[in-house]
């Protein structure tokens, strides 16, 4: 969990391999978009610093959270080399929460260790709309910076192995 000493977007960017020839899916979704524009932001943001071209990264939309995982699968076709998958789901007074997140971690997970492109899960699952405004933008970093940092490390590493 994030403290108010750790900012999520921080990086130390020499770290990081030339991303210039890679080509990264983002798959954002619609549910609680306020937040996942910011994480999307972030994302974006942290490719084209490393050097990505604006048409190597291919942005799709889904309907919520749950979708993440067949818009993420169907992006693994698209000839990526990383997917990132975006979403928020925040604690309500239902279960509801709990399956959301369960499936669309296990879903991910899956796509992972049955498919050779690597899925970036940047899913905020937070209790307050607040706590996800810190995590998108706001007092923690970005989120969606973290996730596109991996992506790229990620990419490496399958072109490496």
Same mark, same amino acid.
């Given at each position: ?104 971690? $296990?879903?991910? =997970? ?19 709309? $607040? ?27 399958? =072109?490496?192995?």
């Amino acid at each position: 969990m994030a403290t108010a000493n750790k900012n999520l977007s921080d990086y130390a960017k020499a770290t990081i391999p030339n991303a210039s020839k890679f080509r990264f899916g983002i798959v954002v979704s619609e549910w609680n978009d306020t937040i996942t524009e910011g994480l999307y932001k972030g994302a974006y943001d942290a490719l084209i610093e490393n050097g990505v071209l604006p048409s190597n990264i291919i942005r799709w939309d889904v309907p919520g959270s749950f979708e993440l995982i067949y818009g993420s699968k169907k992006m693994q076709e698209q000839m990526v080399n990383a997917v990132i998958a975006i979403g928020c789901v925040i604690q309500g007074e239902t279960k509801h929460f709990d399956f959301v997140c369960e499936g669309v971690t $296990q879903g991910i =997970k899956d796509l992972n260790v049955l498919h050779e492109t690597p899925v970036i899960f940047c899913l905020l699952t937070d209790n307050t709309m $607040q706590q996800s405004i810190d995590r998108s933008g706001g007092k923690h970093g970005n989120k969606g910076t973290e996730a596109a940092i991996a992506a790229i490390k990620m990419a490496e590493l399958r =072109k490496n192995s």
